[in-house]
C-alpha cells in the first residue's frame, strides 16, 4: 500500500504569512493527489484536485502543485477563516488513502 | 445541489454489525460517479473504508475488507454500509461521500454521523 508522509502536523502562522505543507508519498502518483480543508465538527471539504486544480468556489490563494512523489499546498495569504486541519489524499488502484493531517492556528 | 446524509443508530454492541444509510438528493447515484464512506475516530485522522458504483461493483479498504458490505438501492437513491465484528476502534464519526474514480477527490460530502461501539 502507499504511504503518505503529510508535514508538518500543526503549524501556527499569522494573518497574512505564506502557508506551505507538503506530502509525500512513498511511490510514483503521478498527480492522483488532492487537498481538504476539515473544520471542527465539519466535513472535509476538497479543495484541490489532480495535485493543482483549484475546485469551484474556492478562493485563488489556495494553490497545490507537484507530481510523483512531492506535492505542496500552500496558502498565498493566510485568513482567520482558514484556521482548520488540513489533509492529502492520493489515489491508486481503486485504494485511497488520506495524510495525518496538519493542523493550522493563528499565532 | 448535492446532499449526502448520514442515518443510523449511534450505539453498537461490541461485536455487533453496524449498519449505516445515505440517502442521497439533488443527484441520482445511477448518473456516475463513485459512492464511498470514510471515518474519522475522534481526534484522529481520515480512513477511507469502501466505495460502491451504481451497477453494484465494489471496492474495500484491504484493512477491512473482511468485514465491510456496501450495497447500493437506486430506486431509493442511496447506499448503505454494514461494518460486522465491531469492537471499541471502531468508534467513529462515519462519513458518506460522492468520488470522481478518475481523480479520486471525494467532492460532496454527508455531514457525518457519530457511531459509538460500547456495551
Known amino acids: 500500500d502507499i504511504q503518505m508522509t503529510q508535514s508538518p502536523s500543526s503549524l501556527s502562522a499569522s494573518v497574512g504569512d505564506r502557508v506551505t505543507i507538503t506530502c509525500q508519498a512513498s511511490q510514483d502518483i503521478s498527480n492522483y493527489l488532492n487537498w481538504y480543508q476539515q473544520k471542527p465538527g465539519k466535513a472535509p471539504k476538497l479543495l484541490i484536485y489532480?495535485?493543482?486544480n483549484l475546485e469551484t468556489g474556492v478562493p485563488s490563494r489556495f494553490s497545490g502543485s507537484g507530481s510523483g512523489t512531492d506535492f505542496t499546498f500552500t496558502i498565498s495569504s493566510l485568513q482567520p477563516e482558514d484556521i482548520a486541519t488540513y489533509y492529502c489524499?492520493?489515489?491508486?488502484?481503486?485504494?485511497?488513502?488520506f495524510g495525518q493531517g496538519t493542523k493550522l492556528e493563528i499565532k | 445541489q448535492v446532499q449526502l446524509q448520514e442515518s443510523g443508530p449511534g450505539l453498537v454492541k461490541p461485536s455487533e454489525t453496524l449498519s449505516l444509510t445515505c440517502a442521497v438528493s439533488?443527484?441520482?447515484?445511477?448518473?456516475?460517479?463513485?459512492w464511498g464512506w470514510i471515518r474519522q475516530p475522534p481526534g484522529k485522522g481520515l480512513e477511507w473504508i469502501g466505495s460502491?458504483?451504481?451497477?453494484?461493483?465494489?471496492y474495500y479498504n484491504p484493512s477491512l475488507k473482511s468485514r465491510v458490505t456496501i450495497s447500493v438501492d437506486t430506486s431509493k437513491n442511496q447506499f448503505s454500509l454494514k461494518l460486522s465484528s465491531v469492537t471499541a476502534a471502531d468508534t467513529a464519526v462515519y462519513y458518506c461521500a460522492r468520488h470522481d474514480p478518475q481523480n479520486g477527490s471525494f467532492d460532496y460530502w454527508g455531514q457525518g454521523t457519530l457511531v459509538t461501539v460500547s456495551s
Open positions: 439533488g443527484y441520482s447515484i445511477s448518473s456516475g460517479y463513485y
Open positions: 460502491i458504483y451504481h451497477s453494484g461493483s465494489t
Open positions: 489532480d495535485a493543482s
Open positions: 489524499q492520493q489515489y491508486d488502484n481503486f485504494m485511497y488513502t
